[in-house]
Each structure stands twice: as C-alpha cells, then as structure tokens.
C-alpha cells in the first residue's frame, strides 16, 4: 500500500505544473465590466486594421496591451453574464481568453483565421491589432512573391521562344 501511495506521488509531482490560463468567460465579463459594455456591442459592425498599399506604412502608434486583472472565477450578475455569454457565443476562438480590451475581443477571431498557431506568450504581450497586421503583411507579401515568381516565369518563358525563334529563322535563312 505505501509502495502505490508512494507511486502517486512521483507521479503528481512529475507533472509538467502549467500557469493558470483564466477561460474565454473571466476573461470577457472582466472587459464587459471594465469596458461598460453593453448589447450595442455586439451590433457595432467589425473594423479591420488594413495595410493600405504595397510597402504602405500606418499613420500613428500600434496599440499597447492593456493589463486587466483577471480573477479565477468569475461571478456576475443576470445580465453580466447574459450579455457575457452572448459575446463569448458571437466570438468564440482560442485567442479570446487572451483579449484584454473589447478591440481585441473583436479582432480575436480574424487574427485565429489568419494564423491559428501563434504562441500564447506572444498573444499575452502584444496587442491582436499589431499581430494581425503581421499576419496580413505576411499574406500581402506571399501575393507579391507569388505575383513575382509567375512573371518572371512567364518573362523567362517569352525570352526562351524569342530566342527560339532566333535559332529557326537563321537557319532557314
């Protein structure tokens, strides 16, 4: 008996410990209360950061994360949670725990469209709107490279039948 108890206990304590993660519902009531939110949130049409052209730059400063503290368990009352429910229903994603201001809980989702592997040490420390517009910066150069790689393709392809051509009109001359 004191062999198996014994065996437990390496056991628990072999156990890779892992920091608390608050869930998707601590997370919003928190910015419901913080933010004063309310059902209009959720009728506000969504608004994208964009990259406005090739190389474009964005006028002003990316935003800062803000610092929420969120405790490990949430109590809210009816319409705290109703309405914490509804938001947590309209977006739900992994990367909504990580959201710590109503944009971020908005941009939550396209940025887990966009790249659903990012670490949770990155989403912790930098603001959804700085990464998505990594991400789209990261799709817009793919579309050029593609865009690049087909004309130069196409560009080799013309020099070769010119050059071609070359070759068969000397010869019959």
């Known amino acids: 008996m004191r062999l198996l108890i014994n065996q437990i206990k390496r056991e628990l304590h072999a156990k890779k410990k892992e920091p608390y993660q608050p869930s998707a519902f601590s997370v919003v009531r ?60 309209a977006f739900a994603n992994p990367y909504l725990p990580f959201a710590r201001s109503p944009d971020e809980i908005v941009l939550s989702g396209r940025l887990y469209s966009l790249n659903p592997s990012i670490q949770p040490e990155l989403l912790e420390k930098k603001h959804f709107e700085s990464l998505l517009l990594v991400e789209l910066a990261k799709k817009q150069i793919e579309t050029l490279s593609s865009t690049v790689k087909k004309m130069t393709g196409n560009e080799a392809r013309l020099n070769a039948r010119s050059e071609g051509w070359g070759i068969s009109e000397r010869g019959a001359i």
């Open 30 to 89: 928190v910015i419901v209360e913080e933010y004063g939110l309310a059902e209009s949130f959720l009728e506000k049409p969504v608004s994208l950061p964009r990259i406005k052209a090739p190389g474009g730059l964005m006028q002003g400063p990316l935003q800062a994360k803000k610092k929420l503290e969120i405790p490990p368990f949430a109590l809210a009352d009816r319409g705290q949670y109703l309405l914490t429910m509804k938001i947590v229903d």
